[in-house]
């Protein structure tokens, strides 16, 4: 069945060029999460959005970045002003979160290359 | 396609016993692997990884064994604590990161 999909799968940018990362569920996932992994470090959380809830914007590196999630399923994570150190796979993941079971389904990843 | 597996969604462990939450993987291309935890609405975090180069890597009541002629790994908790009650993630890595969909573990006092 259809998973967690996200686009592009590669980004190749310009230092202080703004990008834009899509990322769509899994339809009825009620929980979305955006995540980037760095060269050779682990995951590092970056925003959260549950429900009709206002998001959970806590991991954010800076405000150069922002998300959205319209009508509770698409998200675009927006990155302002690129600088090299963006550069990552940024990972989107969705789940029912039941407060039972949050099973994350992870998409492919988008690598952003911040030349 | 999933990449990664994680079969059992869930798991219930009596406190002082054993954990043991395990992940199969396909590619064998992938050259490390890693395990992470997760509590509701948050960010999982690091917890435990293992390179392709060794079958066991410990760490005080984790430790990560790796088979890779099966293609298998596993997180070994002992003993169990009711604090590490959360969903464990298990990752693989080539290039990109490869999860898995999670396993909840319930530690019961």
């Known amino acids: 069945g259809a998973g967690v999909s996200q686009s592009p799968s590669n980004k190749v940018t310009e230092k202080g060029k703004d990008v834009e990362l899509r990322c769509d569920p899994i339809?009825?996932?009620?929980?979305l999460y955006w995540y980037r992994q760095s060269l050779g470090q682990g995951l590092e959380f970056l925003i959260y959005f549950q429900g009709n809830s206002a998001p959970d914007k806590s991991g954010l590196p800076s405000d150069r970045f922002s998300a959205e999630r319209t009508g509770g399923s698409v998200s675009t994570l927006t990155i302002q002003r690129t600088q090299q150190e963006d550069s990552a796979v940024y990972l989107c993941?969705?789940?029912?979160?039941?407060?039972?079971?949050?099973?994350?389904?992870f998409g492919p990843g988008t690598r952003l290359t911040v030349l | 396609d999933q990449q990664v597996k994680q079969n059992s969604p869930s798991l219930s462990v009596q406190e002082g016993r054993i954990s043991i939450l395990n992940c199969d993987y396909t590619n064998s291309m992938f050259d490390y692997f890693l395990w992470y935890k997760k509590y509701p609405a948050e960010g999982p975090t690091f917890l435990i990884s293992i390179s392709s180069i060794k079958d066991k890597n410990e760490d005080g009541r984790f430790t990560v064994f790796l088979n890779k002629s099966a293609k298998h790994l596993s997180l070994h908790i002992v003993p169990s604590q009711p604090g590490d009650s959360a969903v464990y993630f298990c990752a693989s890595q080539a290039n990109n990161l490869f999860f898995g969909t999670g396993t909840r573990l319930t530690v019961i006092p």
């Open positions: 993941a969705s789940s029912f979160y039941s407060g039972e079971t949050d099973t994350q389904y």
């Open positions: 339809s009825g996932h009620t929980a």
